[in-house]
């Protein structure tokens, strides 16, 4: 998912958006009753990086362990290490980068697909074998990080040489290991001794189990693209959808226990730091801060308190505009694990975030039925969350 402003522009526009934008929602207006929820580790916080796309796809995962082993002692539960694969995923994306010649988006924003490719090809370590904070923060702050690999891989694109060297790639793994760390190739878990991709295995995951949805008109449904957006960097294919087939396909999957992987837009009004999700119906846009400051406000910039919004209504057509229009793009990835409703029966859905305990609900947001609807851009389930009449049609089993 993208980052969109430098640090130098966000503070000079920040006082700028404030003034400019409609008063928010605010947890005080609302009152949650949770009608399904999954279990979910804890909330973790990606700081100062942009890799929710590998936090959500984790907690995604851990579920799946938990769900499919039946773990029921929260001591038990899985940990898995984002570092690792955002390491191994910013390797194969250098490697990529080059390759075409630097028509590539070079940065820390991805996508669900590409955690999936890396969990086939190197598999997985648990956080206790793999931390990747090897240069001295608490938390990820990965800035000087991300501009060091890009300004090293814009340097051998740009080489004089007629050829490259054969060595180019073990200096750009070099800042890798110093930023991050070498990867273990063996270690103790449990009592056990692991690979990665044993550990992978032992934990009972299987990338091929997990199918990516969207729901756009601008390619026939009940077939595969790639969705244009520039974090797709290894062009990995979602299944297109109809607007009822892709929410059926959401909660299907919720009502017979599986938990979703969501990513789409959070640059809006009713996308709050206080932990909402409404779709307020306004063309103005929110943006600021760190990741978390970026979509929904400072701190020290409260908003007084509102009354429930009333939600725009949401069609094929609209979404469909939305994405083309750029009003949806690829802000987020989250985790969703259960519904809910407000006092007055609408539906929402828990959202498990990767910004540390925050909001009024300790780090889950609650997000309209409509927020899903309008600014989803893709969803990863399992494969049995599937309903079965879709699943037929794609031929998927």
């Known amino acids: 998912?993208?980052?969109?402003?430098?640090?130098?522009?966000?503070?000079?526009?920040?006082?700028?958006?404030?003034?400019?934008?409609?008063?928010?929602?605010t947890a005080a207006s609302y009152t949650f009753t949770t009608d399904k929820e999954m279990p979910v580790t804890s909330v973790k916080n990606q700081f100062r990086s942009g890799t929710c796309w590998c936090f959500s796809s984790l907690s995604f995962l851990e579920s799946e362990v938990i769900r499919q082993k039946g773990i029921t002692d929260e001591n038990l539960y899985p940990d898995f290490s984002e570092m690792f694969v955002v390491r191994n995923s910013?390797?194969?994306?250098?490697?990529?980068y080059v390759r075409l010649d630097g028509s590539l988006k070079m940065g820390a924003g991805s996508d669900f697909g590409d955690v999936f490719e890396v969990i086939r090809q190197d598999g997985l370590v648990p956080q206790q074998a793999y931390s990747g904070m090897n240069y001295g923060t608490e938390l990820p702050v990965q800035g000087e990080l991300d501009a060091v690999l890009k300004a090293y891989v814009e340097a051998v694109v740009k080489n004089p040489n007629r050829s490259l060297t054969p060595v180019w790639s073990k200096g750009y793994i070099g800042i890798l290991d110093a930023y991050l760390g070498p990867v273990?190739?063996?270690?103790?878990?449990?009592?056990?001794?692991?690979s990665p991709t044993s550990f992978r295995d032992a934990m009972g995951i299987d990338p091929d189990d997990y199918v990516g949805f969207t729901s756009y008109t601008h390619h026939p449904?009940?077939?595969q693209f790639a969705i244009e957006v520039e974090d797709n960097w290894r062009w990995t294919p979602s299944w297109n959808v109809t607007l009822d087939e892709f929410m059926a396909i959401i909660d299907n999957a919720v009502e017979n226990g599986y938990t979703v992987l969501w990513g789409g837009d959070v640059s809006e009004p009713g996308f709050t730091r206080d932990g909402l999700a409404i779709l307020i119906d306004t063309e103005n846009r929110s943006t600021a801060g760190s990741d978390q400051a970026r979509w929904t406000g400072s701190a020290d910039q409260p908003k007084p308190e509102q009354p429930a919004f009333n939600e725009m209504e949401v069609t094929q057509e609209i979404r469909q505009m939305m994405f083309d229009n750029k009003t949806s793009t690829d802000d987020h990835g989250m985790h969703l694990y259960g519904t809910a409703h407000d006092q007055n029966g609408t539906k929402y859905y828990l959202i498990k975030n990767s910004w540390g305990d925050t909001g009024a609900y300790h780090g889950t947001w609650y997000m309209s039925e409509k927020f899903v609807m309008a600014k989803t851009l893709n969803i990863v389930v399992h494969k049995d969350a599937i309903p079965a009449e879709i699943a037929g049609k794609l031929g998927i089993r």
Do not use: C, H, W
């Open 1 to 25: 998912m993208k980052i969109r402003f430098t640090a130098l522009a966000l503070a000079v526009l920040m006082p700028i958006l404030a003034s400019a934008q409609p008063n928010r929602p």
């Open 184 to 194: 273990p190739e063996f270690f103790s878990y449990n009592g056990a001794t692991y």
């Open 221 to 223: 449904f009940y077939t």
């Open 90 to 96: 910013y390797r194969d994306r250098g490697i990529k």
